[in-house]
């Protein structure tokens, strides 16, 4: 197995741009007649599935990696789950690498059961990373590293959040600053043991478009480790915040962008130009207008194909 | 539908007892017969699903609640999570509360799809409580408060946990002591808010039994917030490191044991006395042990019927 770093970067080379597409279907918001029974959790699970392997069919040629949202597949309970494995499946046979977004963290072999659950791609799930909350301390990320390691997969702890409550207990001020920073030191130190031969390591860290302050601060206090920058678009974040996640060779972050992309059908100019008829359309058109943006405004756009 | 810590005060009461039954369901530690195609994720799900009722039948007569770990069904994919609801609705056919175990959160809207998908006994999931983590900030925890008011739900926010690195960052030092007790502070508030009749409300906390100073502290400053406490016996907490977590009147405080119960056939005594064979009978025997201990040593012993 290549360290997942390596596999990521390829990626992000060979698609030209760092988006991330987020797969978060929610049944109020699916295009027109994908969604017959929306009482029926079967059902709305097979929608959901439908739509996102129409979303990753609209994207496959266009981006690295898409990152399901765990949450709106659990709300539809084990057919939903069901329809996760499905996305999962499928964005890999059309090559994408899938980063599922389920903020998991545990103690021990608790940690351990969740890291052989999802990381990398002969687990039963099958993602090639996963996203992790650090609350529980240095240990409970002890397991996902050594699966990270074993199997060729990643894992990206939240540092920063982007939502407006985060800072409630990621900023609380101790003597090394904000307890952000003491994790971003953690990842940091995580990131550099697992490094490979670029300069990136197997876990990187979440941190919010929204603060772009604290995504320069934290780009400089984590140079080995990847960003995932959620944020951007629907919550507010613009390619100039997402700017300073970059190293000076565009690499070092990928920008998730989810309702702003995969709905793009219900918001202008998309809704105009296509209508729900051509959802699909939409989406790609929102995503290669995602793409000129980072590659217009961020070091990003050293990646486009010349 | 009755606020869910009046349910809980009415199940503790009727049960005597605070002991919550952790389903930890293992592969390499079921009892032998039960599991006999260990490769495939169906067969192991299917096991999983067979032992864990079969501990419910154990112990449904002599405890409140369980609480299903969902990292060790999530490990066997989609039919890991069949066998999880199968197990949750058991277990309520049981007249056992259901507190999840699965420690998730996330922001906004995302955040309501986990309340909504877990939270009630309408819910997809049917928990009657869940576990969930903070690191995303008191705005995070507001979907669950809400869906838990709505549903005659609960949760249980981790604040201080049993593993020997929780400390890296729920210890971080600042104006308002470790990170823990400004987390504190944040359940204490909403658990006033969700108040009912009782002191208690909707919001509890977790606090591990393996730090018995920080456990006493984190009664005292979260009167209202019921607490649930990991890290008895095979953690090494005991019956007198739990003590300071009741209220006067041994009430406030559930106990989790998972291994020390629903392994009890494969240590002793249980192993001599009751063998693999009779293994539901050693979990029903360390049930009652530990119902002995916590009677004898915390104020829990007033619950028991005279």
């Known amino acids: 197995m290549p360290p997942f770093i390596e596999t990521l970067i390829a990626a992000v080379r060979r698609a030209g ?89 545990d103690i021990g072999t608790t940690a351990a059961a969740y890291a052989e659950a999802y990381l990398g791609r002969e687990s039963v799930w099958g993602a090639d990373a996963l996203t992790v909350s650090p609350y529980l301390g240095d ?68 941190v919010g478009a929204t603060y772009p302050e604290q995504l320069a601060e934290l780009r400089s206090a984590m140079p080995q480790a990847w960003l995932l920058i959620p944020g951007f678009g629907a919550q507010g974040g613009s390619a100039e915040d997402v700017a300073a996640g970059f190293d000076s060779e565009g690499l070092g972050a990928i920008v998730n962008n989810s309702r702003g992309l995969i709905f793009a059908h219900a918001r202008e100019p998309y809704r105009s130009r296509f209508g729900a008829s051509r959802w699909q359309d939409a989406v790609a058109a929102a995503t290669a207008d995602m793409i000129d943006q980072l590659a217009a405004h961020t070091p990003a756009g050293q990646l486009r194909p010349h």
Chains 1, 2 share one sequence.
């Open 139 to 206: 240990d409970s990320l002890e397991p996902f590293v050594t699966r990270a390691k074993e199997s060729g997969s990643g894992i990206f702890v939240l540092v920063k959040t982007s939502n407006p409550g985060g800072g409630a207990f990621q900023d609380y001020a101790g003597a090394e600053g904000p307890l952000y920073r003491r994790v971003a030191a953690c990842v940091e130190r995580l990131a550099r043991e697992t490094e490979s031969m670029h300069r990136y390591g197997a876990v990187g860290a979440v």
């Open 17 to 105: 741009n760092p988006v991330l597409v987020g797969l978060d279907p929610r049944a109020d918001s699916l295009p027109k007649g994908l969604l017959t029974a929306p009482n029926d959790p079967a059902a709305v699970a097979r929608a959901f599935q439908n739509f996102c392997c129409g979303v990753i069919d609209a994207v496959a040629t266009r981006v690295a990696a898409v990152k399901p949202q765990a949450a709106f597949f659990e709300q539809y309970g084990p057919p939903g789950m069901t329809a996760l494995h499905e996305v999962i499946q499928y964005a890999r046979q059309k090559e994408l690498l899938v980063i599922l977004d389920g903020k998991r963290n």
